[in-house]
């Protein structure tokens, strides 16, 4: 039998590791005057290779620890922790963490990371017993050293904005999950509303209802004028911020953030 010539094709490959990082989880805060420290939990991977923690004001720090510690200095951010490994994976985000850098006296601020239990209790730990106050939009509730919460407020309403006083500059450090501001309604009355402003750029002032022409935040105001359009020191909108709306009318609307 003639055995002929055999000839096989060389066959040669490569795998490729395209698997998502584990997820670093329990993203916690603490601080130490304007030094704020940022933990975590994480399982770590066999190719892990560092962690990268990103800020809502688009600034990337990096750590290969469970931790990171840096100044704040803006008066308010959010922050999000992944992992990446060798290969330059990258894992889903975190839970969120938001810190408001608080002065001494009252603080007009909008909660745009909350956890699931909205009570103040809750809301407010990190701030210990500095916290002094806290008032929202007919509802308010103090701290007494030996009662506890006392007042009308109890829990926290997502879009609502709020007045928190301090005794002394703090950060209220908050983790828990972004509010959606796409799906939040905001049913405003005639007059004056207490809302927070929940996207996560600022915005100008053009994208307030034509029904509403006043707008006020802390220390800064404008007023809508049909012919010059918007006049005051309130420039822009700004993440974490709350602001008190004077409307004309009741209406419904949904903050438009944009891309």
């Not at 290779?49 to 931790?67: A, F, G, M, P």
């Not at 002094?132 to 904005?161: D, K, M, Q, R, Y």
């Amino acid at each position: 039998m003639d055995e002929g010539v055999f000839i096989s094709d060389v066959v040669s490959g490569y795998s490729v590791d395209n698997i998502h990082p584990t997820t670093p989880s329990d993203l916690l805060g603490t601080h130490l005057d304007n030094d704020l420290t940022l933990q975590w939990n994480y399982n770590m991977d066999m190719d892990f290779n560092y962690h990268e923690i990103k800020s809502l004001l688009d600034v990337t720090r990096y750590s290969t620890e469970n931790q990171v510690t840096f100044t704040q200095e803006e008066s308010y951010d959010e922050y999000t922790v992944n992992s990446v490994d060798i290969n330059d994976n990258i894992s889903e985000n975190s839970d969120k963490i938001s810190v408001h850098n608080l002065h001494y006296g009252a603080n007009l601020v909008g909660l745009n990371v909350l956890p699931d239990n909205l009570n103040i209790s809750i809301i407010l730990e990190s701030l210990e017993s500095n916290i002094n106050s806290i008032i929202g939009e007919g509802v308010a509730a103090s701290l007494n050293p030996t009662l506890g919460w006392i007042g009308s407020l109890t829990n926290i309403s997502p879009g609502g904005g709020y007045w928190i006083r301090v005794d002394s500059d703090d950060m209220l450090i908050l983790p828990g999950e972004s509010v959606d501001c796409g799906e939040l309604n905001f049913n405003l009355n005639e007059g004056a509303n207490l809302i927070s402003y929940c996207c996560e750029q600022s915005m100008p002032l053009d994208i307030i209802p034509e029904d509403c022409s006043e707008i006020v935040g802390e220390g800064a105001a404008s007023t809508f004028n049909p012919v010059l359009g918007w006049i005051g020191n309130l420039q822009e909108l700004n993440p974490g911020k709350g602001y008190w709306l004077k409307c004309s009318d009741q209406i419904q609307m949904q903050w438009e953030c944009g891309e």
